[in-house]
């Protein structure tokens, strides 16, 4: 499985701010992926990110609210912009391993003042 | 009804207990059953990986699937403190790597 590192790994913002969380995967990987983790509920896709192509957003989530980069097949960044209260929780990226397998990052956990 | 269906917990077991973890799904179309372990302030770390039915075990971890029932178990044997996570479990139809997840059951091996 490949190594995936995420960082920050915690951090606690102001409303109405933006932050941008960094993934970074030891190897070239096509697709990467961006989930919400909020307390008491399943882990929630946000989009996918294809290197050369825009995200694929999921129902409920916009670009303007999480835009994400891709520049190469090793790196994404996902950024919560205008941030709420509502936004406080853990995101995630990930890769796809073999046969529908997902492997995780260590996680970002967000809090908004 | 949601697409998966976990028993969030908490669950409290003393060390050495056999832990069964469970989760219902509605989606007979699923093919492909895993079960994730999470520890506190990490991310989702890969446990168990069915396809289709049967059993499969790795030292003290056996995943059941039971598509018939659309049911999946995950039993710990010989519970260690270690043990004490969350534990997620999470199905997809394939194709899309779309993982349906369970809203996790939190763990706690007592010493």
């Known amino acids: 499985s490949a190594v995936i590192s995420q960082k920050p790994s915690r951090d606690i913002c102001q409303r109405g701010t933006s932050l941008t969380i960094q993934c970074q995967v030891d190897s070239q990987v096509t697709m990467m992926f961006w989930y919400r983790q909020q307390p008491g509920q399943s882990l929630t896709l946000i989009a996918t990110?294809?290197?050369?192509?825009?995200?694929?957003?999921e129902s409920g989530f916009v670009i303007d609210k999480f835009p994400i980069s891709r520049p190469n097949l090793t790196f994404s960044t996902l950024t919560v912009s205008n941030m709420s209260p509502e936004d406080s929780s853990i995101y995630l990226c990930s890769v796809a391993g073999s046969e529908e397998k997902l492997f995780f990052g260590s996680g970002t956990q967000l809090s908004v003042l | 009804q949601k697409e998966v269906e976990q028993d969030p917990g908490p669950l409290s077991v003393p060390e050495g207990a056999i832990v069964s973890l469970n989760c219902t799904y509605s989606n007979s179309a699923f093919q492909y059953f895993m079960w994730y372990r999470q520890y506190s302030r990490k991310g989702p770390e890969l446990l168990m990986y069915t396809y289709s039915s049967g059993n499969k075990e790795d030292g003290r971890f056996t995943a059941q699937v039971d598509k018939s029932s659309k049911y999946i178990s995950l039993f710990i044997r010989d519970s260690q403190p270690s043990d004490s996570a969350t534990y997620l479990c999470?199905?997809?139809?394939?194709?899309?790597?779309?993982?349906?997840f369970g809203t996790g059951t939190l763990l706690a091996v007592q010493p």
């Open positions: 990110a294809n290197q050369g192509s825009e995200a694929t957003y």
């Open positions: 999470a199905m997809s139809a394939g194709a899309t790597n779309k993982l349906i």
